[in-house]
């Protein structure tokens, strides 16, 4: 920023103009209203590039921003930013070269409205649907083949709004080597609460870190939490129940938290059989090549070694595909009496699909007393000798940690 009067660049900004002593206080205000003009474009952008409607983004504007903003003057914004999805699109070749890449891993398991929305928010592409399903028939005509599946009959799922039913349970096809995720998925909007891997998902202090921690993200805590019988799960409960102490509906204190079969659990279960076809799916066929190649025999050693080298990895990828899940569009189903569209708004967008949020808001107070409560996960201490040696090796190899599956 410069002196208006003297032209000085003014590396801090202070009351006075250093060269000529002239009041220069007033930019603050304009540097103030700058910054807050680049957060609103970098909100507009960032809800655009997810594929919400015009419509939709002034919603979350003004709801989870307190931004007022018409609809003239967003679209007067985009067009200043040069955001559009019917015009300049992507050449073909690039948009080619980016499924192919998309194609070397886990992505070969998309679909292509799956892969579409990956071109858009992580490549930042303007394309057709129509143009990705021709390219993917073009470069992958086997993987759609294999995708053509017949549908189940499926049952009918009632829920009055976000935050009535959080579905909790842990996903262990990755257990042979050492990995367990474990996730959580609200029973209206289907949007994923949390979805983390680990060295085990069966340590009651792990999962309940989890839930605390998503409810500190989140803000409120749901009505009612759905798990299994496993012994991993009580923790959580206790700290569930423990949270609806205070209120007083029907489903208030011990009944807010339900028990059941693990294949009971719909919500959660169905999701997995998606998340097994598009990501998980890759990585046993990948760790299973480790295996037939005797590059991994299922010793303590090994498994630990696989930890280390493949944990964070994979949480980065489930990141991903927690944000790509949560932002795409899912379709109407007739047989279903749920609303359809993204995750995302109608997590946080409920009075556009005629619901309400049945959550409670979280006391900061109350969380941080309840995080003081829960111990340290049991191999905390064992964990860290590894993450020593394995360092130490390391160092002495001079290999890298890997940053990809490759």
Not at 212 to 231: H, Q
Not at 286 to 311: I, K, P, V
Request: glycine residues 6%; proline residues 3%; positive net charge.
């Amino acid at each position: 920023m410069f002196c208006p009067f003297c032209g000085r660049n003014l590396l801090t900004l202070q009351s006075y103009c250093g060269l000529c002593g002239r009041n220069i206080e007033f930019l603050r205000s304009h540097q103030a209203e700058g910054s807050q003009a680049t957060e609103v474009e970098g909100l507009i952008h960032k809800y655009f590039t997810e594929g919400h409607t015009l419509e939709v983004i002034t919603d979350f504007l003004a709801i989870r921003h307190n931004i007022s903003l018409s609809l003239s003057s967003l679209k007067r914004r985009l067009r200043d930013a040069d955001l559009t999805r019917r015009i300049n699109y992507t050449p073909i070749a690039t948009v080619r070269s980016a499924i192919v890449e998309e194609l070397q891993g886990s992505g070969k398991l998309l679909g292509y409205r799956a892969m579409w929305q990956i071109l858009k928010q992580k490549y930042s592409f303007t394309v057709r649907r129509k143009d990705v399903m021709l390219l993917m028939r073009e470069v992958d005509p086997s993987g759609i083949e294999n995708r053509l599946r017949r549908r189940f009959a499926r049952r009918t799922y009632h829920s009055l709004g976000p935050n009535e039913v959080w579905h909790v349970d842990g996903y262990d096809k990755l257990k042979p080597f050492g990995i367990g995720i474990s996730g959580c998925i609200d029973g209206f909007s289907r949007k994923i609460m949390w979805l983390t891997c680990g060295k085990s998902n069966k340590d009651p202090n792990v999962i309940a870190q989890n839930y605390i921690n998503c409810v500190a993200e989140f803000g409120v805590f749901p009505s009612r939490l759905r798990t299994d019988c496993g012994t991993e799960n009580g923790l959580m409960a206790a700290l569930q129940c423990c949270l609806r102490s205070e209120q007083t509906d029907e489903f208030a204190g011990a009944r807010s938290h339900m028990y059941g079969t693990s294949m009971s659990n719909q919500r959660i279960e169905s999701w997995w059989s998606y998340f097994r076809k598009q990501r998980i799916q890759f990585w046993l066929e990948l760790f299973g090549d480790l295996r037939e190649r005797h590059l991994f025999n299922g010793s303590s050693d090994h498994t630990r070694l696989l930890q280390y080298c493949f944990l964070d990895v994979l949480q980065e990828e489930l990141n991903e595909h927690k944000q790509y899940w949560n932002t795409h569009v899912i379709r109407p189903v007739r047989q279903s009496k749920c609303p359809s569209g993204r995750p995302e708004a109608m997590y946080y967008l409920p009075h556009r699909f005629n619901a309400n949020n049945c959550g409670f808001a979280a006391s900061t107070h109350t969380l941080n007393q309840l995080r003081s409560l829960i111990p340290a996960p049991s191999s905390a201490v064992v964990e860290d000798d590894q993450q020593i040696c394995f360092e130490g090796l390391q160092r002495q190899s001079g290999l890298l940690r890997p940053l990809r599956w490759e």
